[in-house]
């Protein structure tokens, strides 16, 4: 089969989960031995890939900056590149003229935002069959993030919501098939009246890992944690800053991997705190060495959630999970058997589930052994033979 990917980004560039699961489908696909197109963007140039199966052709869009650089540049400055990114038709042109050129068996879609939302329109008039991955809320709010505290506010549910909301259904359509890696982001797609005539399916999201690793005995007392993740407000780090100055004694740990916008402001911050030690962001190379030390992962988000990539990747290493108690992040955590959850945006909550994870080890060490395997995300293989079951799914 031939089929052609299309994602706003792809490795070397990332932002977050999504590119590691497209990543996977890609691999995934090859070893099956399916011939793979990927479409996607660069901030240096048009320029063609091959390697084996693979084909990535990679261009810049007309737009005011590229699309990982947004939070360099001012509010109104975002709004006109939405603007531009939506209604982006050399972007759209450009895509157009790769498929004829592929003749692909199906196009798979995934993030849009950054290349043109004109994609869906482009697909259907090429009358080819379309499967589309939703990875968060960009469809309904344009910064892809609801804090959930405030997901009853005007803010979210305004006019202007409303008016984005229904142009981003009229050029979506629907898709001959929409894969949700949680019901809970199917079920808020669903209450906006999105992919109304759509096969929809929940498929979790693959590993991105490709083995297992052994926890290393522990040569010391100290109890650590893990964050991993962007140092964006949005990401509860700095609510779990607070909740870990509570905790006292030199036996706990916090690790913080990542970057983003609120870094330096983290670090000034944290400066005087020595237990708590900021990595930065680190290869993924170096991660399976990481988790291999930590031991309980926490994942304190404060906006709506999908499927975090960092939650399966913890589990795949044996790594219990706390996290908020946001429904997708909640549908993953079997609650005292693969991790726990917390009172979302409550710091005291926080603490509670901190201290009571570092008082009760043994708990700890019996929970990451016998993580619940039927929780974690498929391997690779299992991923994309689900994938061409939908890619061939009779309409």
């Not at 063609?48 to 084909?55: F, H, M, N, R, V």
């Not at 019901?183 to 490709?210: A, I």
Request: aromatic residues 10%.
């Amino acid at each position: 089969m031939k089929v052609c990917i299309i994602n706003n980004i792809y490795p070397p560039y990332h932002r977050g989960g999504a590119e590691q699961v497209v990543r996977k489908t890609v691999e995934g696909l090859l070893d099956l031995n399916h011939e793979v197109f990927l479409l996607t963007t660069s901030p240096e140039g048009e320029r063609k890939e091959t390697e084996g199966k693979l084909t990535i052709y990679r261009t810049t869009p007309k737009n005011l900056f590229f699309y990982t650089q947004a939070h360099k540049h001012s509010a109104f400055a975002r709004v006109i590149w939405h603007i531009l990114d939506i209604w982006n038709v050399p972007m759209a042109r450009w895509v157009e003229k790769k498929i004829q050129e592929i003749q692909p068996d199906v196009v798979h879609t995934h993030n849009l935002m950054g290349m043109s939302f004109l994609i869906p329109r482009v697909i259907r008039k090429l009358q080819i069959k379309h499967i589309h991955t939703v990875h968060d809320v960009q469809l309904v709010e344009p910064s892809a993030m609801i804090l959930k505290e405030k997901e009853n506010s005007w803010r979210y549910n305004g006019l202007p919501t409303k008016v984005y909301a229904g142009l981003m259904k009229k050029l979506m359509g629907n898709p001959d098939v929409v894969i949700s890696p949680s019901q809970f982001l199917l079920n808020f797609y669903k209450k906006w009246e999105f992919f109304q005539n759509s096969f929809c399916q929940v498929l979790r999201n693959p590993v991105t890992f490709d083995f297992p690793l052994k926890k290393k005995e522990k040569k010391d007392d100290v109890f650590r944690f893990l964050y991993l993740g962007q140092t964006e407000y949005h990401k509860g780090i700095f609510m779990l800053l607070q909740s870990f100055q509570k905790l006292e004694g030199k036996d706990v740990e916090l690790h913080i991997v990542g970057s983003g916008s609120k870094f330096d402001e983290l670090k000034e911050l944290s400066k005087d705190m020595k237990n708590v030690i900021l990595h930065g962001y680190m290869d993924r190379e170096q991660l399976p060495t990481l988790f291999a030390d930590m031991d309980v992962a926490i994942v304190p988000s404060i906006c709506y959630e999908n499927s975090p990539t960092v939650i399966f990747e913890s589990l795949y290493f044996g790594l219990p999970v706390l996290s908020s108690d946001i429904e997708g992040i909640a549908e993953l955590i079997e609650e005292g058997v693969n991790g726990f959850t917390f009172k979302t945006g409550d710091v005291d909550s926080l603490y509670e589930k901190m201290l009571w994870c570092r008082e009760h080890r043994g708990e700890i060490e019996k929970m990451s052994k016998n993580t619940n395997q039927s929780l974690l995300g498929l391997s690779q293989k299992e991923y994309a033979e689900r994938l061409l079951a939908l890619y061939q799914k009779k309409n």
